[in-house]
């Protein structure tokens, strides 16, 4: 029993990060590309049945 | 779709470190118009990808276009990376505590927690004070730890239902009460 060993110390974070910033104006053109990749799986899917996946 | 939530979500997300489970990631990589109205609530904060909802997203997809795709839409700046090797065997021993609190609770007794979870929730107790995570499954992550700071709804594509995903973070307070109580079963020296 003596040689049990003890439940590990909860571990937090010492110092409150900051997240970090985006750049200005990002937005503009990633979540463009973003959106663009969302179509394009759209896209994707249309045209496969579940079956053409096989 | 659409995205209905509390106007005041905006505010909330300022400097937080936003984790999405790989069911709401799911859900904006379905549809741009919810992805686009998402994208406008957290300007002000930022939006990661645990290293393990990263591989959840990816399982399974045998189709290499559309592999490619998931990839690039992980890579996008929209996505802050995670790879901090330096905290990640904290993140292992928080784990391995939350388990013992599960268990110790009976949170398991029917339904085990993934591992997936597990180790999301334990990024969010390391990350206590601003950290938060979207989740359509709050069961993962019991009261008995975490709050519920609010819902979002979001319309769904086809039938039109609304799915709820919540927004959840560490709570210190209930944390401290249980891990006191697993203290008590240590043998004593």
């Not at chain 2, 993934?114 to 999301?120: A, E, M």
């Amino acid at each position: 029993m003596a040689n049990l060993p003890k439940n590990p110390k909860p571990k937090f974070e010492t110092k409150k990060r900051t997240p970090m910033k985006r750049k200005i104006g990002f937005h503009e053109s990633v979540i463009e590309a973003a959106i663009n990749l969302i179509k394009e799986n759209e896209k994707l899917l249309s045209t496969h049945t579940t079956h053409s996946f096989k | 779709m659409k995205l209905y939530c509390d106007s005041s979500l905006n505010d909330f997300f300022k400097s937080k470190y936003i984790y999405l489970d790989n069911d709401f990631l799911g859900q904006l990589f379905d549809d741009s118009e919810v992805f686009v109205d998402f994208i406008k609530f957290t300007l002000k904060g930022s939006l990661h990808i645990d290293r393990y909802t990263q591989f959840e997203f990816l399982r399974e997809v045998f189709l290499p276009q559309q592999f490619r795709i998931k990839k690039e839409f992980l890579e996008k700046e929209v996505f802050f990376p995670v790879n901090n090797l330096y905290i990640e065997n904290k993140i292992d021993e928080n784990a391995l505590v939350l388990s013992k609190i599960y268990g110790h609770k009976g949170i398991t007794k029917n339904t085990k927690i993934s591992l997936v979870d597990l180790f999301l929730a334990s990024r969010l107790m390391y990350q206590e004070k601003n950290a938060v995570l979207i989740t359509g499954n709050k069961r993962d992550f019991p009261s008995i730890i975490f709050d519920v700071i609010t819902v979002l709804n979001i319309e769904q594509k086809g039938d039109g239902s609304i799915r709820s995903f919540c927004v959840v973070k560490f709570n210190k307070d209930k944390f401290d009460i249980c891990y006191d109580e697993l203290q008590i079963l240590e043998p004593k020296r």
